[in-house]
C-alpha cells in the first residue's frame, strides 16, 4: 500500500483530499494498475490515520472520476483509464507573474483554436503537488493533450510518464524533464549562457560568478549553467562550484532588499580570495537582486562589478538599471511553435519525440560596458 507519511494534518489541504490525491497519482502513474483492489474503508482509515467518513469522501471522489469503480459486496477497484474526448488541450503553467507568460498563453491559444481545439489554462503556483493536480484534473476532465511549462524539480516524472504510456500528448514548454518521451519546444540555453559568459571573458574578466535562483532545478536554468561552464572552458577558466550562488529573484517592480545572509555571501564573492568581477545571471530578476545587492554595498556596476542577465524583461532596459540579457525568440512565438507540435502529435500520433530549440541573442547595455551615454547593442555571435 502506499506510503501513509505522505498524509500531512497539519496541511490547509483537506485530508480526503489529501488520501485522493495520493490514489490519484498512483493510478495515473501506473503505480496502482486497472484491475487492482484498494483495501476497505476500515482498513483504509487505520493504515492512514484517518476516519471511515473522510476515507469515503475521497473514494466517492475518485469514482466520480471514472478512476476506481465499486462492485457491492466486493470493495472498490482500480477502473480503467479513462479515455481523452473532445477537443480540450490543458494548458499548465507554472508562472503567471510576467506579460511574457500572457503572450506565452496568447501563441499557444491563437493556434489551437486555428486547428480546432480549445485551452484549459491551469496554474500550478509552480509547486509540484499543485502541478500534480493539474495533470489529474486534466485527465479527469479526459482531455485530449497536456501543454505542460513546469513546476521547479522532476518531482511528477513518474506520473507524467504514466500519462505518455497511455498515449495522451505532453509537450513540454521552456522547461523539460529529461529522459520522457515528450515533444519539447525550448528557447536556447545552452547557447545563451555561452554568450553571456563569452561577452565577460572578452571584456577582461576571468572570475566570473554564476547568480542561480530557488529554480536551479529546471532544465532552463542547468543548460544556461552549461553554457557559462563551456565558455569558460573555452577561455582556459578553471570552473569554481564556489563561484555558483544562490539569490532569490528579484520582484519585477519594487525596491525590495534581498535578505541579509544572501547580501552577504554575494558581496563576500568579489572579495579576497575569490575576487570575482563579473556573474552571469540565471534570469534577469536574479541578475536585479545582485544589481541592488552590489550598489548598497558601495560597489559600482559594471566598474567593479559587471553583471548579465537572460530574459530581456521590459524594465532591463531602464537607464537605472541597463542590463546586459541574453534576449529569446519573442513567447508568442514559443507557444505557437508548443500548439503546432501537440496538434501535429494528435493528428499523426506515434514517432520518435521532437525537439524544437529557439535562438537568443545577446543585448548588451551599462551593465557590462562603461561607455558614456547608452550602450545598447546587439550581438548575435555564435556559441559552441
Same mark, same amino acid.
Given at each position: ?36 483492489? &484498494? ?38 477497484? +482500480? ?59 486534466? &485527465? ?84 544556461? &549553467? ?35 545572509? +544572501? ?122
Amino acid at each position: 500500500m502506499l506510503s501513509a507519511h505522505k498524509i500531512d494534518k497539519r496541511s490547509p489541504l483537506p485530508l480526503y483530499a489529501q488520501l485522493q490525491e495520493l490514489f490519484r497519482a498512483a493510478i495515473l502513474s501506473g503505480e496502482l494498475p486497472p484491475g487492482s483492489q &484498494l483495501p476497505g474503508e476500515e482498513e483504509l482509515g487505520r493504515q492512514y490515520g484517518l476516519s471511515r467518513l473522510t476515507v469515503r469522501r475521497a473514494l466517492q471522489d475518485l469514482q466520480h472520476e471514472g478512476l476506481i469503480r465499486t462492485e457491492r459486496g466486493r470493495g472498490s477497484f +482500480v477502473a480503467g483509464f479513462p479515455t481523452p474526448v473532445g477537443n480540450g488541450i490543458s494548458l499548465i503553467m507554472a508562472h503567471l507573474h510576467h506579460v511574457f507568460h500572457l503572450d506565452l498563453i496568447r501563441g499557444i491559444e491563437g493556434e489551437l483554436k486555428r486547428a480546432g481545439y480549445h485551452v484549459i489554462t491551469r496554474y500550478s503556483r509552480n509547486d509540484p503537488d499543485e502541478e500534480s493536480r493539474d495533470i489529474g484534473a486534466a &485527465l479527469r476532465d479526459r482531455n485530449a493533450a497536456i501543454l505542460l511549462f513546469p513546476s521547479v524539480g522532476f518531482a511528477n516524472a513518474d506520473l507524467i510518464r504514466g500519462v505518455l504510456a497511455r498515449g495522451i500528448p505532453v509537450t513540454f514548454v521552456d522547461r523539460w524533464y529529461p529522459g520522457l518521451p515528450a515533444d519539447v519546444v525550448t528557447e536556447d540555453n545552452v547557447r545563451g549562457g555561452y554568450l553571456a559568459a563569452s561577452h565577460l571573458v572578452e571584456r577582461g574578466h576571468r572570475r566570473i560568478g554564476f547568480l542561480t535562483s530557488a529554480e536551479h532545478q529546471t532544465t532552463a536554468v542547468e543548460e544556461r &549553467l552549461a553554457g557559462y561552464r563551456q565558455a569558460l572552458e573555452e577561455a582556459a577558466i578553471p570552473y569554481d562550484p564556489i563561484l555558483v550562488t544562490a539569490v532569490p529573484p528579484a520582484p519585477d517592480e519594487g525596491d525590495a532588499s534581498p535578505a541579509m545572509p +544572501v547580501a552577504s555571501s554575494l558581496i563576500q564573492l568579489t572579495r579576497s580570495p575569490h575576487d570575482v568581477t563579473a556573474f552571469v545571471g540565471c534570469h534577469d530578476r536574479a541578475a536585479l537582486t545582485a544589481l541592488r545587492t552590489l550598489r548598497e554595498a558601495g560597489l559600482r556596476v559594471p566598474d567593479d562589478v559587471a553583471l548579465t542577465g537572460f530574459n530581456d524583461y521590459p524594465w532591463a532596459a531602464n537607464p537605472d538599471v541597463s542590463l546586459t540579457t541574453v534576449a529569446p525568440r519573442p513567447w508568442e512565438e514559443l507557444g505557437a511553435r508548443a500548439a503546432r507540435l501537440t496538434v501535429d502529435r494528435l493528428q499523426r500520433p506515434g514517432g520518435e519525440p521532437r525537439r524544437e530549440v529557439l535562438p537568443v541573442q545577446l543585448v548588451v547595455r551599462g551593465s557590462t560596458s562603461v561607455q558614456n551615454g547608452d550602450s545598447t547593442k546587439t550581438a548575435t555571435r555564435g556559441g559552441p
